[in-house]
């Protein structure tokens, strides 16, 4: 029991600590300042957070030469207050997962306890407006235009996170996932998701976006790349093309089923001349890319087992 209320209270007293404002910071934390004025929870659209947070004064840049592994962003809706503690709890989770390589941190019960005090480990964060180019024709076009929320969060306060975890930085070279993928989609004519392909643009731009989350490169082969390896719709290597330096190559297939519906992929990789197997069953490709990209993260990182 002893023991117990012991760990409690190094949690507490951690939260604490990393939750303090930062010098330079442009968050500011709720206080009762003589003459400021009590504050109401606002509560952000699409989150279940309630925010005590107040607008920011804007104290200048990012200071320099931050790890992008800190860092993250989230499409949320304006700039005011709606969205922003749910952005900012939001892109704590990515920064979690990216700064460690262990993505089993997203769903740690002690990640959603962090995420409510999101605010007070954020170094500065900016908005762009994603419709920039278009122009405002009414008021509710002023508000309601979408924004990437961009965070940057404090190296010092997210490594004593990771360390209480029992994590560490995943620093260093990342590889590049290099995806080798015979799609069966729900259309007759299979084909191999390359950097050519017009049927796999798509693929192509949610393969990007869950490497990017997890801060890996993926690059995707040439027609001529896999012709030199031998790879078609009709002959599909057996085995997992040699990888070159920095690479991590996955080979496997993505098929559609109607009956689930969904897509069932099969994933292996050879990294370090140990092999790996592993699978996704019943989901859309968002989710089977995903799970690639987390397979590759687990394995490179040494946090675990793809499967």
């Given at each position: ?35 400021a ?18 607008a ?18 989230v499409?949320?809706?304006g ?14 989770r ?48 002023t508000?309601?235009?979408p ?5 940057t ?8 996170i ?29 084909y ?54 920095g ?15 969904g897509?069932?992929?099969q ?41």
């Amino acid at each position: 029991m002893r023991r117990h209320r012991s760990q409690a209270c190094l949690w507490v007293a951690l939260l604490q600590w990393l939750c303090a404002p930062m010098a330079g910071a442009q968050t500011q934390q709720p206080g009762t300042a003589s003459g400021a004025p009590a504050l109401e929870p606002l509560h952000s659209d699409g989150s279940y957070l309630k925010s005590f947070l107040i607008a920011p004064k804007p104290d200048g840049p990012c200071p320099p030469n931050i790890d992008p592994i800190y860092q993250a962003n989230v499409i949320v809706t304006g700039t005011d207050m709606r969205q922003r503690p749910w952005g900012f709890a939001e892109t704590l989770r990515t920064v979690l997962v990216k700064s460690s390589g262990d993505p089993r941190l997203k769903a740690e019960p002690r990640t959603e306890q962090l995420a409510q005090h999101a605010d007070g480990l954020v170094v500065c964060f900016s908005y762009v407006d994603m419709m920039a180019d278009i122009p405002i024709h009414d008021e509710q076009g002023t508000y309601d235009r979408p924004h990437r929320l961009t965070v940057t969060f404090d190296p010092a306060k997210i490594d004593a996170i990771l360390a209480e975890f029992g994590d560490k930085p995943w620093r260093g070279e990342r590889p590049v996932v290099v995806p080798v993928l015979l799609v069966h989609g729900p259309g007759p004519t299979p084909y191999v998701l390359s950097a050519d392909n017009p049927a796999g643009a798509d693929q192509r731009a949610s393969f990007q976006t869950w490497a990017d989350e997890a801060g890996m490169e993926v690059r995707f082969p040439s027609a001529v790349e896999l012709a030199e390896w031998d790879v078609a719709t009709d002959r599909f290597p057996g085995n997992t093309p040699q990888s070159r330096a920095g690479e991590a190559i996955v080979t496997g297939m993505l098929d559609w089923r109607e009956t689930l519906p969904g897509w069932v992929g099969q994933w292996r990789m050879r990294w370090h001349g140990a092999d790996h197997t592993w699978g996704i069953s019943g989901v859309n490709y968002d989710a089977a890319f995903r799970d690639i990209v987390r397979g590759v993260v687990l394995v490179a990182s040494g946090n675990g087992s793809p499967g």
